[in-house]
């Protein structure tokens, strides 16, 4: 009765907006964000964000010890000193690897059946923390979700996981976000159907759509768009052999998403909300940074023209 109460007081609220961040946000055409690491991870140095004049980022998980109560509180305050709104906190377990696609399917999110209940009693770790540093919104790479017509068993235990997570996190007023990437858009599409919660929604990367070889991102975007509460701005090039290799991430606007088009295509389905610019090369960081600042620029002149 518990769950179905925090259920149905959150639809409503789930289902008003796009963007949730703060009131300001919701003001704001496609206010820009970035996505940072504190501790782990391949997103940019938090403070960075602040330098170049971002009020919202997204963040991967920091680790375990850095979690604590304790830590997330002295979090919170560095957040508001440097004028930072979390919009998403991204999961990543030990464990994982993006070495080659074949290791992807075994090794990443939910779907591992080994690793399942650890990473699931994690997910619940991560978004205490969120939670504590005003975070609503927990993201992850669920992982290669098993199609119902291959493997129903596998599919539906899946299913009922995901409803579980998404159950709990209703309970303290949070939203799941299940990152593009490794399913076409009808398979998380259907997927996301059958879990039929109303907290579940989608953070749309384009760019993952072509380093997985899962699908053409904006046509993507166009069927499930009704579901995107978060976006990466990221691009990549199609690898010569889609989906049996990884496909190439380059800066926003250098590759095959098509960032104009993208960009249009958000607004058309109805999201004006943050975009949020990953570029994933942290060994790289004033390359990255100097990157960031160019998508940030473009995405900025897009935007203005839009208005």
Known sequence: ???????????????????????????????????????????????????????????????????????????????????????????????????????????????????RAAR?????????????????????????????????????????????LCDYLAAQGQRLHL??????????????????????FINFDPANMILYGSGEPIEALKKIGKYVRSVHAKDALWAKNPGKEWGQEVPFGQGQVNARKFIETLKAVGYTGPITIEREIPDQPERQKKEIIEAKNLIESIAKELK
């Not at 703060?22 to 206010?31: A, L, S, Y």
């Not at 129903?152 to 996981?161: E, G, Q």
């Open 179 to 200: 990152e593009t990437g490794q399913e076409t858009a009808d398979g998380l599409l259907a997927f996301i159907e059958d879990v039929n919660r109303p907290n579940l």
């Open 120 to 164: 699931f009693e994690e997910i619940k770790e991560i978004a205490n923390f969120a939670k504590a540093i005003g975070c609503d919104v927990v993201g992850i790479h669920i992982g290669f979700i098993p199609l119902k017509s291959e493997d129903p068993k596998a599919h539906d235990d899946l299913v009922k996981v995901a409803q579980e």
């Open 1 to 115: 009765m518990r769950t179905l109460t925090c259920l149905l007081s959150l639809a409503a609220l789930v289902l008003s907006g796009t963007c949730f961040a703060d009131d300001c946000c919701k003001k704001e055409q496609f206010p820009i964000a970035a996505f940072v690491s504190v501790d782990a991870g391949l997103g940019v140095q938090i403070d960075f964000a602040s330098e170049i004049g971002l009020k919202y980022i997204q963040m991967h998980t920091p680790s375990k010890e850095a979690r604590t109560p304790e830590k997330a509180a002295a979090f919170k305050a560095r957040l508001k000193e440097l004028g930072l709104t979390p919009l998403v906190v991204f999961c990543g377990f030990d464990g994982e690897s993006y070495a080659d696609i074949p290791t992807t399917k075994k090794t990443i999110g939910l779907v591992p059946q080994e690793t």
